[in-house]
């Protein structure tokens, strides 16, 4: 049996082998200049009724599923109430069920109170995907972020004060050549305050569909960074994150020019002669044709 999504269908890297559920479609803020996964969708929440008929589907199925994963990108916004029902009856047809996750905006978060997380947390929603792109204010102005670093802040650690494992992901290069390391510093100041579980890297790498909005709302200040630029900045990226909470660190999406990862901070030094090597030797970084957002 095959689920029939609403496409174009995103899920982070880790959760290749989940099983997807859109229980909502689109995404209800979709004002991020950087950003055109949900730009043809209309926002959405799917009905209960149907979302219980294709878990029953799908359970029969797969019934040894041990992962899910709950797209598209606005899972969180759903009514606790909605959400919690959905998570009970995930829990109540797949037996061997051990993860349940979702992408989740800052302004999700905030808008949850802690008794609503908690109860979440208990029904078995784990682990949140936030996207913190920048740690500097000016640069999360102009990709129209739609949150602020304090913001930022106080949600990831509203998360994971409640329980949840928290993997958060930025934007190396989002800051231009003006703002490179205003938002490369504030950045992993920001990182050292949430302390996430998992960090993940990516590089911008605008698409064309985006690129006319995300230069007109960066007031067509924005210079993009080349490859060595880029390298730099994922270098102090690393030297400055210095959580006293061990945060698995990658930088293996496709957009980037080359895929590191390691254990932050007992794998900095190591990392950053890694980026020192591939600076010099600039022929061993990824083709730029194979490099997508």
Known sequence: ???????????PPSEANSVIFQVTIGCSYNKCSFCDM???KRYFERSLDELKSEIDLVSADQPLTRRIFLADGDALNLQTTVLFQILEYLYLK???LERVSCYAMPRNILQKKDTELQK????GLSMLYVGIESGNDI???KITKGASQRQIIHSCRKAKDNGFTLSCMIILGIGGKMYSMQHIVDTAKTVNEISPDYLAALTLNLEQGIHDEF???YSRQFEPLDDIEI???LSVLIDGVNSKYPITFRAN???????IGGTLPDDKEKLISLINELKLDPGRLRDKRLRRF
């Open 139 to 141: 640069v999360l102005r």
């Open 1 to 11: 049996m095959q689920i029939v999504y609403d496409y174009p269908l995103y899920r």
């Open 253 to 259: 999406h496709a957009s980037n020019v080359y895929s």
């Open 38 to 40: 949900y730009r043809t």
């Open 120 to 123: 979440l947390r208990e029904a």
């Open 231 to 233: 390298l730099n900045e």
């Open 215 to 217: 230069m007109y709302k």
């Open 94 to 96: 797949f037996k061997n």
